[in-house]
């Protein structure tokens, strides 16, 4: 499981407190922890007022990358501040994110032409998330079709199907898997990625909720996932629901968390 860590983000509380006071130690702690926890990714949302973004991305950039060689995730949802930060990365990492929306994918995809550079592409469009699997698998066929005008392969995409929360809609784990399975369908060699956090909004025991959501989702043929690699729960179901897959061979995986301390009760 590919795990890009989502844990400095301007929509928290705490990190939106850190960015407004510039306090490096609290960011840096937290890409240290998420590098140490599993994260092969480290996502960068400013989730400032559109003024302050690009510097503000900056500076969460190279905060990040003093402490930490994991590769960078850069996010926003205006694609030209991300253009305009790319080149503070000091090694290529992953684009936060393109669609069918506007023109993200004119002008990010270029960036990504000649290099290792990998990408999250959400199945929404100017008419937004839409509800049904076939207009989810025309713009997934879409955004790669773009991608390889540029020798973008499949394998450096990441396609996010969008969960929807299950409070809203009874049957979204269902079309979720069915989304998963028809996408690795087409595109064997393509990742699949999500939240699978924002199935459980508006529950009670949202853990309960996305600790099993995973284990579906991982079973269909997620493979990449922006999550909390810190929660040692969610971290313990992939180990497990890999390991029960037969993705793990001899459960070296599963076996190796436990003894680096990584899933399980912490030690009293």
Request: hydrophobic fraction near 40%; glycine fraction near 6%; charged fraction near 25%.
């Amino acid at each position: 499981m590919i795990i890009i860590g989502e844990k400095i983000n301007g929509t928290i509380p705490t990190v939106k407190e850190a960015i407004e006071k510039r306090d490096a130690a609290f960011i840096a702690d937290r890409a240290v922890k998420q590098t140490e926890a599993g994260a092969n990714f480290i996502d960068v949302c400013a989730s400032t007022a559109p003024e302050y973004e690009i510097e503000t991305l900056k500076w969460l950039m190279e905060v990040v990358q003093d402490v930490t060689d994991t590769p960078l995730c850069i996010d926003s949802p205006n694609p030209r501040v991300i253009e305009a930060v790319f080149k503070y990365a000091n090694k290529p990492g992953m684009l936060n994110s393109i669609s069918e929306e506007g023109d993200k994918c004119e002008v990010l995809l270029p960036l990504m032409e000649g290099n290792g550079w990998e990408v999250v592409g959400l199945t929404c469009d100017n008419n937004g998330i839409p509800t049904d699997l076939q207009t989810k698998l025309d713009i997934t066929k879409r955004m790669v079709d773009k991608a390889a005008r540029y020798g973008i392969s499949q394998d450096r995409i990441h396609i996010d199907p969008c969960v929807m929360a299950l409070s809203t809609d009874n049957h979204s784990l269902l079309n979720f898997v069915e989304e998963i399975r028809a996408i690795k369908t087409l595109f064997p060699t393509i990742h699949v990625t999500g939240a699978i956090s924002n199935i459980s909004f508006g529950l009670p025991i949202r853990p309960l909720i996305n600790r099993n959501a995973l284990a579906f989702a991982i079973q269909a043929g997620m493979d990449s996932a922006v999550m909390d690699p810190m929660n040692r729960d969610m971290m313990g179901t992939i180990f497990a629901t890999e390991a029960l897959l037969g993705l793990d061979k001899h459960c070296r995986k599963y076996s190796k968390a436990y003894r680096a301390g990584k899933i399980g009760a912490l030690s009293k």
